[in-house]
Nanobody, 120 residues
Framework: QVQLVESGGGLVQAGGSLRLSCAAS????????MGWYRQAPGKQRELVAAITSGGNTNYADSVKGRFTISRDNAKNTVYLQMNTLKPEDTAVYFCNAVAATRYSDLSDYWGKGTLVTVSS
């Protein structure tokens, strides 16, 4: 199993910044990709940003130029630097990892989520 622990959420004013972190632990052999998804009230969960072990990144159009995803492979940790935050960025942010363990092939794992609230 893989455990994902997120941190860094909170309340911030519009235009401000936050940095989310997510550390993966467990019987991990390989992490193919890590990423962040978010879910706002009444909406479906959506991809925010993802990064592969090789450093390739993918961003939602709505966050391009404002958010930056990075990864420390040695620490199995992914970060999301969020700048110029907008009220519409308010959501619960979930960490995701696609990982292989001693006991399973590549599978999806999810954190419990961290709330980001952007006030106007």
């Amino acid at each position: 199993q893989v455990q994902l622990v997120e941190s860094g959420g909170g309340l911030v004013q519009a235009g401000g910044s936050l940095r989310l972190s997510c550390a993966a632990s467990g019987s991990i052999i390989r992490i193919a990709s890590m990423g962040w998804y978010r879910q706002a009230p009444g909406k479906q969960r959506e991809l925010v940003a993802a990064i592969t072990s090789g450093g390739n990144t993918n961003y939602a159009d709505s966050v391009k130029g404002r958010f930056t995803i990075s990864r420390d492979n040695a620490k199995n940790t992914v970060y999301l630097q969020m700048n110029t935050l907008k009220p519409e960025d308010t959501a619960v942010y979930f960490c995701n990892a696609v990982a292989a363990t001693r006991y399973s092939d590549l599978s999806d794992y999810w954190g419990k989520g961290t709330l980001v609230t952007v006030s106007s």
